[in-house]
Nanobody
Framework: QVQLVESGGGLVQPGGSLTLSCAAS????????IGWFRQAPGKAREGVSC????????YYTDSVKGRFTISRDSTKSTVYLRMNSLNPEDTAVYFC???????????????????WGQGTQVTVSS
């Protein structure tokens, strides 16, 4: 069955880096767009980044531009989110999800994204 599994979260100091992984199974990753989202305690879910199905372009929300990089490794059926210069505001549970038409138009609201993973916790703290 279709499954997305996130990993790579953890505790990191401000200014540090982490790379999250979103491992896909049950479908051809190359045919789908993939998005990363995050949800902090007491806050709404936020779209962070997505990589498009049609043109493989990458899109980012303003708060992470220049710090986060999304990439796809088809040989490993995995999408990565490299996060640099982390700050406490990046603390959240990070999720990945797939989309046919939602990248980038649906990124901010998470519309047209499905098959959500279980999430991985990222905590930025000294």
């Amino acid at each position: 069955q279709v499954q997305l599994v996130e990993s790579g979260g953890g505790l990191v100091q401000p200014g540090g880096s982490l790379t999250l992984s979103c491992a896909a199974s049950g479908f051809n990753l190359d045919l789908w767009g993939i998005g990363w989202f995050r949800q902090a305690p007491g806050k709404a879910r936020e779209g962070v980044s997505c990589i498009s199905r049609t043109d493989a372009n990458a899109y980012y929300t303003d708060s992470v531009k220049g710090r986060f990089t999304i990439s796809r490794d088809s040989t490993k059926s995995t999408v990565y989110l490299r996060m640099n210069s982390l700050n406490p505001e990046d603390t959240a549970v990070y999720f990945c999800a797939r989309t046919w038409t939602g990248c980038p138009s649906g990124l901010s609201e998470g519309t047209a994204f499905g098959s959500w993973g279980q999430g991985t916790q990222v905590t930025v703290s000294s």
